[in-house]
C-alpha cells in the first residue's frame, strides 16, 4: 500500500494543514464579502441610526447616509397617506407593516428681509404635544438640506409607543427624509406645508400622481429658486390628505415668496410674504374674504409697520407672538442666504437651537 510507505504521515499532515489553511482562507474571503455586501446595503442607513442624536428635550438630529431616492419616491404614484406609509415599510421595513399616525395640524409662516440684507424665512408648526428631529441630506444628484420632521408620524417621542432614545425609534427615523415639513436648501430656498380646513384635493390631469408632502421632499432636492419649484409642482397631480387641504409656503434668498395652493385640477401661486391657514387665492372656489384668523393679521401688520424687515431675533419674536403657545411643537427662521436655522420648540423661546451644516458632519 503506497500510504504506508515512509514520510506519507507527514505528507498527510501537511496535506491537511494545507487544505485547513485554503477553506479558512476562502471562508474568511467569502466573509468578508458577505460583510462588505451587508455594508453596501445597510451601512448608509446604519450610519444614519448611529448619527441619531438628542439636542434637547423634545429635539433630536440626524444625519441621511444614505441614498433615498429621490426619484423613486416622486415617480412612485403616491396620492395617498396609506400609500405613503406602504412605499417606506417596503423600502426600509421589508414590507412589515409599521404603525404610523395621521394627525392633522396648524401652522403659520412668512418672509422677511434683516437690515444686512439677508433673507429669513419664518415658520410654527402647531399641533399636539409631540417630539421634533431635524434631518440633514446631502443627496449625489440633488441639493443639500436641513427639514424638519414630526415624530409623532412614526408614533415616537413623548406620549408614544416608542421613545425616541429606543433602537426601535432610531430605525424609523432612518425613513425621515421622505416626511419633512419645513426645510432649507443650500441654495436659499426654503417650503413649508399648512393646513387649510376645506375638502382633499385629488387633481386628475393625467400627470404623474404626488402627495403633498412627497413634494417637499422633492422641492428641497431639486429647486433653487421659487419659480423652479412652481415650475417642479406644475409636472405633477397633487393630492392631499386627512379629509383636509394644505398650501405651501416657499420663499427664496432674492427676497421673493409666495403660497401655492390647489382646487379641483387647478395650481394657483399668490406672491405673498405672510399665510397661516386659510386660501388666498380669491381664484379658488374655497376662498373666504373672511376666513383669514388674528394669526394673519399679525403677521401682515409687523411686516408692514417695519418695511419687511426684521433681525432673526425679531423674526423669532413674531413666531412666538403669532404661536399657538402650548400646541406649537416648533418655531423656525431659516436664514436662506447663509444655509442656518434657529429653532425653538414646545413654545419654549428662552432656549433657542442654531443648526448649519457642520452640526451634521
Avoid at 376645506?198 to 432636492?221: C, F, M, P, S, W
Wanted: proline letters at 2%; aromatic letters at 12%.
Amino acid at each position: 500500500n503506497p500510504f504506508n510507505q515512509p514520510g506519507v504521515e507527514d505528507y498527510k499532515k501537511n496535506m491537511f494543514a494545507l487544505l485547513g489553511k485554503k477553506a479558512v482562507i476562502i471562508l474568511s474571503v467569502i466573509l468578508v464579502i458577505l460583510i462588505a455586501a451587508f455594508f453596501i446595503m445597510f451601512g448608509g442607513k446604519l450610519r444614519t441610526m448611529a448619527s441619531v442624536a438628542e439636542v434637547s428635550d423634545g429635539l433630536y438630529k440626524i444625519t441621511c447616509h444614505y441614498d433615498y431616492k429621490c426619484d423613486d419616491y416622486l415617480n412612485a404614484g403616491i396620492n395617498n397617506i396609506d400609500d405613503l406609509v406602504e412605499w417606506i415599510t417596503d423600502q426600509y421595513f421589508f414590507g412589515i407593516p409599521v404603525e404610523m399616525n395621521k394627525a392633522d395640524f396648524g401652522c403659520s409662516a412668512f418672509s422677511a428681509e434683516t437690515p444686512e440684507g439677508k433673507h429669513l424665512f419664518g415658520r410654527n408648526f402647531d399641533y399636539d404635544e409631540t417630539d421634533a428631529l431635524i434631518v440633514y441630506t446631502e443627496p449625489d444628484d440633488g441639493y443639500a438640506s436641513m427639514g424638519m420632521v414630526d415624530l409623532e408620524f412614526f408614533n415616537v417621542g413623548d406620549g408614544n409607543v416608542l421613545s425616541a432614545d429606543s433602537i426601535a425609534a432610531k430605525g424609523l427615523m432612518v425613513a425621515a427624509p421622505y416626511v419633512c415639513l419645513d426645510g432649507v436648501n443650500e441654495k436659499g430656498l426654503g417650503t413649508g406645508i399648512l393646513q387649510l380646513d376645506i375638502d382633499e384635493v385629488h387633481q386628475d390631469n393625467g400627470k404623474t400622481d404626488i402627495l403633498i408632502y412627497t413634494a417637499i421632499r422633492g422641492i428641497l432636492d431639486k429647486c433653487a429658486t421659487v419659480d423652479e419649484a412652481i415650475e417642479f409642482l406644475s409636472y405633477y397631480d397633487i393630492h392631499t390628505a386627512l379629509d383636509v387641504s394644505y398650501h405651501l409656503f416657499i420663499a427664496d434668498k432674492s427676497g421673493r415668496s409666495v403660497v401655492v395652493e390647489w382646487g379641483g385640477n387647478e395650481m394657483y401661486v399668490v406672491e405673498e410674504n405672510g399665510c397661516t391657514n386659510s386660501v388666498l387665492s380669491t381664484e379658488n372656489e374655497f376662498y373666504d374674504p373672511d376666513g383669514n384668523c388674528n394669526r394673519y393679521d399679525i403677521i401682515k401688520e409687523r411686516l408692514e409697520n417695519n418695511n419687511n424687515i426684521l433681525t432673526g431675533e425679531e423674526a423669532m419674536k413674531l413666531a412666538a407672538d403669532v404661536s399657538h403657545k402650548k400646541q406649537t411643537e416648533w418655531s423656525c427662521v431659516f436664514n436662506l442666504d447663509d444655509f442656518y436655522v434657529d429653532v425653538c420648540v414646545d413654545a419654549d423661546y428662552s432656549e433657542k437651537y442654531s443648526f448649519t451644516q457642520k452640526d451634521f458632519k
